[in-house]
Each structure stands twice: as structure tokens, then as C-alpha cells.
């Protein structure tokens, strides 16, 4: 528990969920990762309702689904520990990128929208992803974008090729950007539509191997062609021209959520470092008695305590002055908690030796497919040159 940034509301919380997740989740976690997506999907369906039978479900939503309304520090805490099993935060219907897309609807949606989208995938009824990121331009620049969407009558009609559209397959729905005003200032061209994926000229075009591993439902990147997809004009959220406001509206918290769910991984990944230091047997030592494992273990408890309080640093300050205000800070716990939890599966990969290549522990899991956190939502170098231009700033005034 980290007294700084706890609430009696936490401490009545987090027992709860680490005994759902310690008991419930862990136990099953080596089942399900050795499992198909849709065969796992019938297993984590019971989870899922054992989640919400005990009060556990969407805690980032407002009052009125069985918690309180929490803090974004309060719910970064239980995110932490949803991500020490790879299906956590699925099974607590807390995954990007429903999440966002839930909070972006939450804020934004219309009647219409709230009932047909944004109800049902509360209730995890449905799946959605978003999709922003083209294959011919760089995803850290949403404003470049090639896809469009021309007004016909009543309708959208959309056109263009996304990529790594998260858990695309199997979706519901997709919220697309697109350009709607191609000759708009550049924060205003593009806007946000919902289309539904069994619409015509919606095409899944095939889920992306990452790392040699294709995947399938919920754990797959999809690309898509959008060829004249066409949905009505009441899909729009928010205004014309709203989508990069709202896009990145979406991925302040995202940032957060993503960053406790990394310092979950570490953290778990440490646990089982050190459980396997101490076990295993070098002869007349252990690999914990090497001050080389020694080291990294050390290391590795520093960065994870630094890392945390830096993220919930953040998330405190977003909940007082807005994303906005925040930017900087958003920025470096990006690229700073990406490299801390990708250098502790690695030393956990090490120790673990052969075994920890092998599908016998979380840890090849991890290492696949958390190696995308300093390339996802923008790659480290570009959060670390804007980091460096606001740094910079003051000290070019007036040369």
C-alpha cells in the first residue's frame, strides 16, 4: 500500500481485488495463456461474471455500478495489480482499448450512442478498438493522416487503411479517425466515428503476427481496409473536427493505465526473479547468492518503487489541473516506465535461463508482447524530444 497516494476507499478496495486475482486469476493464468483466445474467451466468461457478482467490475467508471467513483491515483493502485496476470485487467473489463473508448463515450456520446455502444460494452456484452494508426504514415503523428470521411446525404462515407487496431478481431465496433476537413487548420481535419465491423466495406484484413505470433481476438492487432464504409451521420462523437482533441483527451489517463499496468508486469516479474534465485541451485550456491542476481534484484526493486510514485505523481496531477497541464510529466513516465519494465522481464528472462523462454511462466509472453511499449501511443524518442522542448523552453526566452 503507498500511503501517499491511498484513500479509506483503496484500503477497503485492493484486499479485495488482490484476493480475487491471487486466488481466481494467477491460479489459471498458464491455462489460459496455452489456450486459443476463443478457447480461453469460454474460461474468462466465468471469471468475468465471478468479477461482477463480487462488486469488482469497471471500478473507472462513476458511482453506480457497485463502487464508488475512484480517483485516477485510486484506480491506477488496483490497475497495478490487475496487470500482474495477463488476463487481469480483461477479466475486470478494465482492457484497452475499451476502457478509453468507454471514457471517451462516457464524456462524449449522444443518447443514441450511449444506448447502442456504450451500454452494452460497460456490461462487457461487446468488444470495440480503436483505430487511428495508417501502415503509410508515422502513428506519432496523428496529424498526418491519409483516411477520409466525405458527408453523403445523411451518411459517412469512409475510406482508408488502418493498422495495428488492437483486438479488432471480433469487435463490435471500431472508432475511427478520419479526415473530415481536409482544408481545416491541422488540430481540426480529422473527427471520430463509430462504425460497426459488419458493415459494408469494413474489412479485417488479418490479424498482425507480432513477434511470430498472429493471435486471435482480444489478443490481436488488426489492420483494416475501409472501402466506402459507409454509417450514418449520427456516429459522429463530439463535433466535426473534434478527433484529435478527443484523441488525445483519450490517451491522457491511457498513458496512466498503461504505465501501472507495465508496473504490474515488473513487479511480478521480480517476484518470480527472486523466486527462482533462491530455488534454484548452482551446486554448493544458489543463484541468489551471486551478486550479479544480487544486483539485479536490488536494481530492479529501486526502479519499480521510483517508477510508481513518478506515475502516480502524474495521475494526481492530471485529476488536479487537466491532461493538458499535465503533458510533461505524461511524456516521461511514458518512455521512463516502458524501459524500467522491459529491463526487469529481461533480467527475470535471464534467471530464469532456459525456462524463462519457454511458455512455463508469464515471462515469453510478456517479453513478446510488451516489447511494443516504447514503440506504442509514440515511440520513446519522440515523447523524449517534446519532453526536452518544454524543458528547454524557459531558458530561450529572449535569445
Known amino acids: 500500500m503507498i500511503e501517499l497516494f491511498s484513500s479509506p476507499l483503496l484500503k477497503e478496495l485492493l484486499p479485495r481485488y488482490q484476493k480475487f486475482i491471487n486466488e481466481e486469476l494467477i491460479p489459471q493464468?498458464?491455462?489460459l495463456l496455452s489456450l486459443p483466445f476463443k478457447e480461453a474467451e469460454i474460461l474468462l466468461k466465468r471469471l468475468r461474471i465471478k468479477a461482477k457478482d463480487a462488486g469488482l467490475w469497471a471500478p473507472y467508471l462513476p458511482a453506480g455500478h457497485g463502487i464508488p467513483a475512484l480517483t485516477l491515483p485510486e484506480f491506477a493502485q488496483l490497475s497495478e495489480w490487475m496487470a500482474r496476470t495477463p488476463f487481469g485487467h480483461y477479466v475486470f473489463n478494465c482492457q484497452a482499448p475499451d476502457i478509453g473508448n468507454i471514457e471517451l463515450l462516457h464524456r462524449h456520446a449522444d443518447q443514441f450512442q450511449r444506448e447502442r455502444f456504450q451500454a452494452p460494452l460497460e456490461q462487457g456484452n461487446i468488444r470495440s478498438c480503436f483505430s487511428m494508426t495508417e501502415p503509410g504514415r508515422a502513428g506519432s503523428n496523428p496529424l498526418l493522416m491519409d483516411t477520409t470521411a466525405v458527408e453523403d446525404g445523411d451518411d459517412w462515407v469512409i475510406n482508408g487503411?488502418?493498422?495495428?487496431?488492437?483486438?479488432?478481431d471480433g469487435a463490435d465496433?471500431?472508432?475511427v479517425m478520419a479526415v473530415t476537413d481536409p482544408?481545416?487548420?491541422?488540430?481540426?481535419?480529422a473527427s471520430l466515428i463509430i462504425v460497426p465491423t459488419d458493415t459494408l466495406g469494413f474489412n479485417l484484413l488479418r490479424n498482425i503476427p507480432v513477434m511470430g505470433e498472429a493471435g486471435e481476438g482480444y489478443h490481436s492487432h488488426g489492420e483494416i481496409l475501409y472501402t466506402d464504409c459507409r454509417v450514418p451521420k449520427s456516429h459522429l462523437i463530439g463535433q466535426k473536427g473534434s478527433g484529435f482533441r478527443l484523441a488525445q483527451e483519450r490517451l491522457g489517463p491511457g498513458r496512466i493505465h498503461h504505465c501501472m499496468r507495465w508496473i504490474g508486469i515488473a513487479e511480478r516479474s521480480l517476484e518470480l526473479m527472486c523466486a527462482r534465485a533462491v530455488?534454484?541451485?548452482?551446486?554448493?550456491?544458489?543463484?541468489?547468492d551471486?551478486?550479479?542476481?544480487?544486483?539485479?534484484i536490488a536494481e530492479s526493486r529501486a526502479s519499480i518503487d521510483a517508477a510508481r510514485y513518478f506515475v502516480l505523481h502524474v495521475a494526481h496531477d492530471i485529476e488536479q489541473r487537466g491532461a493538458k497541464a499535465a503533458r510533461d510529466g505524461i511524456s516521461a513516465i511514458k518512455f521512463h516506465v516502458a524501459k524500467v519494465m522491459l529491463e526487469v522481464v529481461d533480467r527475470a528472462v535471464q534467471v530464469h535461463g532456459a525456462l524463462g523462454l519457454t511458455e512455463d511462466t508469464p515471462l515469453s509472453y510478456w517479453y513478446r508482447h510488451e516489447r511494443g511499449a516504447r514503440i506504442y501511443d509514440g515511440p520513446d524518442e519522440v515523447h523524449k524530444s517534446s519532453l526536452a522542448r518544454s524543458i528547454l523552453k524557459p531558458f530561450e526566452t529572449g535569445n
Open 29 to 31: 493464468e498458464m491455462q
Open 161 to 168: 487503411r488502418k493498422w495495428f487496431t488492437t483486438a479488432a
Open 173 to 175: 465496433f471500431a472508432v
Open 183 to 189: 482544408a481545416a487548420t491541422p488540430y481540426e481535419r
Open 279 to 288: 530455488s534454484r541451485s548452482l551446486g554448493q550456491e544458489r543463484l541468489a
Open 290 to 296: 551471486r551478486d550479479t542476481i544480487k544486483h539485479w
